[in-house]
């Protein structure tokens, strides 16, 4: 079996400059983990997560509690 069998071909994407909260609201939407990040030239220049949000949301300080978790996060934005 190749990779070209088993990768989804519909793409979504995000620019650096987008906001947390819409890469978010397109997770949801799309029912995806991951949006690639593209730059306006075209050229990909990383890949978002659902992780990478999680984990920036949580406070440096391992003994503090989370500031949000991503579904804290999807809460307020669909409320």
């Not at 088993?6 to 939407?29: F, G, I, N």
């Not at 003994?63 to 579904?71: A, D, F, H, Q």
Request: proline share 1%; glycine share 8%; charged share 30%.
């Amino acid at each position: 079996m190749k990779i070209g069998e088993l990768m989804s071909k519909k793409l979504y994407t995000v620019s650096p400059h987008d906001s947390v909260e819409t890469a978010v609201r397109l997770l949801r939407q799309r029912g995806v983990r991951h949006l690639l990040v593209i730059a306006k030239d075209g050229a990909l220049v990383g890949i978002m997560s659902d992780h990478d949000i999680k984990r920036a949301m949580e406070t440096k300080d391992r003994k503090r509690k989370k500031v949000m978790s991503l579904g804290g996060l999807f809460f307020l934005l669909w409320r």
